[in-house]
């Protein structure tokens, strides 16, 4: 079955521990996000990946990284969380059509991250 | 600038009816793509349709619709027959061809259908 899994689904955590959330699909798409979700913001890019190795950053990226290893896998990292990070995460993926296309994105199940 | 606007934040209505929920949005480019996504009370985000710029026929689906109109950069999404199992969070998204594929985000439409 073609999906996109996120894991943990949820995580309590205290301020300043680090953490790593994963996300893989099965679709061998290229393109690959995160984005968090907050209430009366919709939902925001926090950074995405083009391919392997190619990583940029979204409207915000503060306090997260990610790294894309293989092409598959695009964990996000909180290297040290904050009380304002607290929020649903969505990990999503897509084909990269090229210049002028763009594809479908696909999301995972979210991850709640509550940050004491 | 990019926008996605859903003005309407809660909608209610009893099995049956018909809703519609709006979606206007702002770009510059003349490529680009538009979404509805679902999220049930479960969490997820259901992907419900895409459109592109170039498509302006409307598209129906069983009991959804959507209404394209560049002339009024709207984007609005139509329940006929509304029922339980359609309460959700709908949220309405746009992506611009020259923007690396980020989806712009409404800030959803929580509809309520009561029985």
């Known amino acids: 079955e073609a999906q996109v899994t996120q894991n943990p689904r949820y995580l309590i955590t205290v301020t300043g521990k680090k953490l790593t959330v994963t996300c893989s699909q099965n679709m061998n798409h290229e393109y690959m996000s995160w984005y968090r979700q907050d209430p009366g913001l919709g939902l925001r890019q926090i950074y995405y990946?083009?391919?392997?190795?190619?990583?940029d950053k979204g409207d915000v990226p503060e306090g997260y990284k990610v790294s894309r290893k293989e092409k598959r896998n695009f964990p996000l990292i909180l290297e040290s969380p904050s009380p304002n990070q607290t929020s649903l995460y969505f990990c999503?993926?897509?084909?990269?059509?090229?210049?002028?296309?763009?594809?479908?994105?696909?999301f995972g199940p979210g991850t709640r991250l509550t940050v004491l | 600038a990019q926008k996605v606007t859903q003005a309407q934040t809660e909608i209610s209505v009893v099995e049956k009816e018909d809703v519609t929920l709006d979606c206007v949005y702002e770009?510059?480019?003349?490529?680009?793509?538009l979404f509805w996504y679902k999220q049930p009370p479960s969490g997820e985000l259901v992907f419900l349709i895409r459109?592109?710029?170039?498509?302006?026929q409307n598209e129906i689906s069983g009991r959804y619709s959507w209404n394209f109109q560049k002339s009024t950069s709207s984007f609005n999404f139509t329940i006929t027959a509304s029922q339980v199992v359609d309460s959700a969070v709908y949220f309405c998204?746009?992506?611009?061809?020259?923007?690396?594929?980020?989806?712009?985000f409404g800030t959803g439409t929580r509809l309520q259908v009561f029985p």
């Open positions: 990946s083009m391919n392997v190795e190619v990583t």
């Open positions: 999503a993926s897509s084909l990269l059509t090229g210049p002028g296309g763009t594809d479908t994105q696909y």
């Open positions: 998204a746009l992506s611009e061809a020259e923007n690396t594929d980020k989806l712009i």
């Open positions: 459109r592109n710029s170039f498509d302006e």
């Open positions: 770009t510059r480019d003349t490529t680009y793509y």
